[in-house]
């Protein structure tokens, strides 16, 4: 009966099995939910966890800027471990219900905050020890710059299709979907400063997800519209879900693991540079694909339902 309770608990304590990625499933999310066992037992907060996670994970970074293989290696094992820290904090706030609009942004901070000292690490690196990029330190300054911006886009779109696939499946309370109109409402009514300006930047983040999917934006208004309490038919969901589904690998490559999986390569290459390079050709790429794909996934459901099928 324990093993039971233990293995419902586990399971509570992820997003969704459509939404998770392999490895997380594999190795993160179990390393993560005895993090979050343990937080809970110690009255530890998500966003303690968060915290020590970003610090951990600048750690690594630090241990990037040397060129040496054992110290490397060191930076890769305090990057896993800042990354089972990042899946404790979600697991532990679905397990106690501790969800905040904080909590959220710090999380998706955390790894911006991890690659910014990483991308510094290795414009440092590469000046100190490749003769090209010391005599042209505009190019990988300029690389590190451009793939940042591409990072910080590919995360956020990958993030907005998980959303946008756990809010047709599980409903509003099963995802963290938010819109712009929403949340400058909320900030309308908001007088503490703190909240207003986290408000604000979470707005701007919104934004700038909804300014790149029209047809998917089209589609939630039209489904708010036809079923303002969020009782979706059964027929649309599945539709959906079946549409939906095979894209959420590329939203997965576009997060942690294969990220990280690059670096790890470049750095055992010695080259940390191809990390920048990989970043803007085949992950922008995926990009482009995944968007394109949901852009029409969106179009199809939203005719289907202007025509009356559902």
Known sequence: MNLKNSSKNYLDSLKSLDTEEHIDLAFYRPIGYLWACLAQRLGITPNVITVAAIFIGIGAAVAFYFNSLTINIIGMLLLVWANSFDSADGQLARMTRQYSRL??????????????????SIILREIATSPFFAAHTWIIITMAVVTAVCHARQAAMAD??????????????????????????????ATDFRKRLILKAYICYTVSQEAATPSLQRLRHLIEERYPVGLLPDKLRDDFRQLSLPLMKYTNILSFNWRTIVLFASLLAGHPWVYFAVELTVFNLILIYMVRRHEKICRIMTADIEHGIY
Request: with cysteine; aromatic share 12%.
């Open 103 to 120: 909590g959220r942004i710090l999380d998706g901070l955390c790894g911006d905050i991890w690659f910014a000292a990483i991308y510094i």
């Open 160 to 189: 907005y299709y998980r959303q946008m696939h756990l809010y047709i499946i599980k409903g509003e309370s099963g995802s963290e979907l938010e819109s712009s109109a929403r949340l400058r409402r909320r900030l309308a009514e």
